[in-house]
């Protein structure tokens, strides 16, 4: 599986962005998909994550509310439409997938693939 992420860009605070994750593969659709991201000089931090067929989805405290993940398995494409958002969202995101979870979402190793990033930069 590869993952290509779009999307990102400068936005003041308070506007929105929709992230845009495109997988290659036959598989996707079994896959549990998820965005992570790293702000400069911070630990990499989970922000949301997906279930194979959409009907499950888990968010960071930080962003409940504001920042919302969903996935077309007829395009091999998942999303994170980002409102309200905060300086503190600054990062590069980056979109993972996972053929199975094993024990939580949130983990970082339990993704076995990872797009390239895209920045994420919002202005006050």
């Known amino acids: 599986v590869q993952l290509q992420a779009s999307g990102g860009g400068l936005v003041q605070a308070g506007g929105s962005l929709r992230l845009s994750c495109a997988a290659s593969?036959?598989?996707?659709?079994?896959?549990?998909m998820g965005w992570f991201r790293q702000a400069p000089g911070k630990e990499r931090e989970f922000v949301a994550a997906?279930?194979?067929?959409?009907?499950?989805?888990y968010y960071a405290d930080s962003v409940k509310g504001r920042l919302t993940i969903s996935r077309d398995n007829a395009k091999n494409t998942v999303y994170l439409q980002m409102n309200s958002l905060k300086p503190e969202d600054t990062a590069v995101y980056y979109c993972v997938a996972g053929p199975k979870i094993y024990s939580d979402y949130a983990l970082d190793y339990e993704y076995d693939y990872w797009g390239q990033g895209t920045l994420v930069t919002v202005s006050s």
């Open positions: 997906v279930s194979w067929s959409g009907g499950v989805t």
């Open positions: 593969g036959r598989t996707f659709s079994s896959y549990a």
